[in-house]
């Protein structure tokens, strides 16, 4: 299901957005900026073209915080989506609602993002489906227009998902297990029988098609054998390489 809202969507492309996080947010001098900006008012390094004039050097420019910051894709829905490619530069008048706009669906790109890696953890079908319900809630918000975007009340919402999230972490951390793996043959460095098991969470829930899909997580699998010592039920084999794990 997180397929349905594919992961570069959630990725900055800087090439098709209108310098927004440039615009939108403030920043103060300091060791990650190197002078003050205030909210709405655009980056005296953005050109007319909405590309940074100092990108390939924002670190040695003193703009560190600039490299580190993620729109999670916000900026390019905004600009191409919700006001169809109109610029805040040739239409003045949006650009105080398009700067608020951005900051919003900002939020809901960040919350799509942890959704969809909440989606591929080992959690029961009815967690899951409740994952699943929130990220197409929480897209459809992001496809508001300008209006509804700014009456949603984002706290709430985000609170919601929240909530959603932390019992999702709970769950899974606490090792609850879904259905037994199917791993591809591992790999070991030491001679083993022919017998081995792959431990290691997974995915619970089965797929809407019903065929294996390769599943998340399946990277710390740890290969054993039946051991002869009485005192112990396995053996574990050093130079395990990763086996391929799927979920029914």
Request: glycine share 8%; aromatic share 6%; proline share 8%.
């Amino acid at each position: 299901m997180p397929d349905s809202i594919p992961r570069t969507n959630l990725l900055a492309d800087c090439g098709n957005c209108l310098g927004l996080c440039c615009v939108a947010l403030p920043f103060g001098k300091s060791a990650d900026f190197a002078f003050d900006k205030a909210a709405g008012s655009p980056c005296v390094n953005l050109d007319e073209n909405f590309r940074c004039g100092i990108h390939a050097r924002l670190r040695n420019s003193g703009f560190t915080g600039c490299t580190v910051y993620d729109c999670f894709g916000a900026g390019q829905r905004v600009s191409g989506h919700t006001y169809a490619g109109r610029s805040w530069r040739d239409d003045p008048g949006t650009a105080t609602g398009m700067v608020a706009v951005f900051q919003v669906v900002r939020d809901l790109h960040e919350l799509l993002w942890y959704l969809r890696q909440a989606a591929e953890l080992a959690v029961p079908p009815d967690l899951w489906a409740e994952l699943r319900a929130a990220l197409a809630a929480t897209d459809a918000l992001a496809l508001s227009d300008p209006a509804e975007l700014l009456r949603l009340d984002l706290i709430a919402h985000r609170g919601a998902v929240d909530e959603l999230l932390l019992r999702t972490s709970s769950h899974h951390r606490a090792g609850a297990r879904g259905p037994a793996p199917i791993c591809a043959e591992p790999t070991c460095a030491a001679p083993t029988s022919s017998e081995r098991i792959c431990a290691g969470p997974t995915f619970g829930g089965p797929t809407a098609s019903g065929r294996t899909s390769a599943v998340p997580g399946c990277t710390t699998r740890t290969c054993r054998t039946p051991s002869s010592s009485p005192s112990s039920n396995s053996t574990p084999l050093p130079g395990i390489r990763t086996p391929a794990c799927r979920r029914f």
